[in-house]
Antibody, heavy 122, light 110 residues
Framework: EVQLLESGGTLVRPGESLRVSCAAS????????LNWVRQAPGKGLEWVSG????????YYADSVKGRFTVSRDNSKNTLYLYMNSLTVADTALYYC???????????????WGRGTLVTVSS | QTVVTQEPSFSVSPGATVTLTCGLT?????????PTWFQQTPGQAPRTVIY???LRSSGVPDRFSGSILGNKAALTITGAQADDESDYYC??????????FGGGTKLTVL
């Protein structure tokens, strides 16, 4: 069974940086693209970033491009999201989501984790 | 900038059929958009209902179906039940590893 466990979310001040992680199990990690999706309190879902199987392809929403960096460690079955220059607008629950294909951005029927909460506030 | 459109809200009577749609502000939705539909209730993580246009996720009742209708993706609930009252989000693949979610549809069953 696919399991995704996000961690690292916390309270940070505007302008600070943070890394969140996602530990995966239950599938061949290195065979699937992965995505970060976030949900601000009371708001809808937003695709934030994706990464291909090898990590050679990384993709970002315009709202985070240039500030966020996605990476993966296939030896540790772990996905990362490095977030710089955080603003109040980045406050959200961050989910990692397994893809359906080797590239990112294509979703399947796998369960989501519980997410990790990032709060940006002064 | 491409925006994915969904009806903000929809109301359906129990037992009736409802079709939610998911479109693009520029261009048409096709199977190559890999339309995926998620159901979310308050406080819970989203759950996949339909993926890859019309594949039903395991455990999802067969009253849920997905399709392409005209230039949009569609989620149809045939014989809506009270349990179906949720927020529904679609996501479309734009190519190049990038996807965009719609704003979601709040479905009320009453």
């Amino acid at each position: 069974e696919v399991q995704l466990l996000e961690s690292g979310g916390t309270l940070v001040r505007p302008g600070e940086s943070l890394r969140v992680s996602c530990a995966a199990s239950g599938f061949t990690f290195s065979s699937y693209g992965l995505n970060w999706v976030r949900q601000a309190p009371g708001k809808g879902l937003e695709w934030v970033s994706g990464i291909s199987v090898s990590g050679g392809g990384t993709y970002y929403a315009d709202s985070v491009k240039g500030r966020f960096t996605v990476s993966r460690d296939n030896s540790k079955n772990t996905l990362y999201l490095y977030m710089n220059s955080l603003t109040v607008a980045d406050t959200a629950l961050y989910y990692c989501v397994k893809g359906l294909r080797q590239t990112s951005g294509i979703f399947g029927n796998d369960p989501w984790g519980r997410g990790t909460l990032v709060t940006v506030s002064s | 900038q491409t925006v994915v459109t969904q009806e903000p809200s929809f109301s359906v009577s129990p037992g009736a059929t409802v079709t939610l749609t998911c479109g693009l502000t520029s261009g048409s939705v096709s199977t190559g958009s890999y339309p995926t539909w998620f159901q979310q209730t308050p406080g819970q993580a989203p759950r996949t209902v339909i993926y890859n246009t019309n594949l039903r996720s395991s455990g999802v009742p067969d009253r849920f179906s997905g399709s392409i209708l005209g230039n949009k993706a569609a989620l149809t609930i045939t014989g809506a039940q009270a349990d179906d009252e949720s927020d529904y989000y679609c996501v479309l693949y734009l190519g190049g590893g990038i996807s965009v979610f719609g704003g979601g549809t709040k479905l009320t069953v009453l």
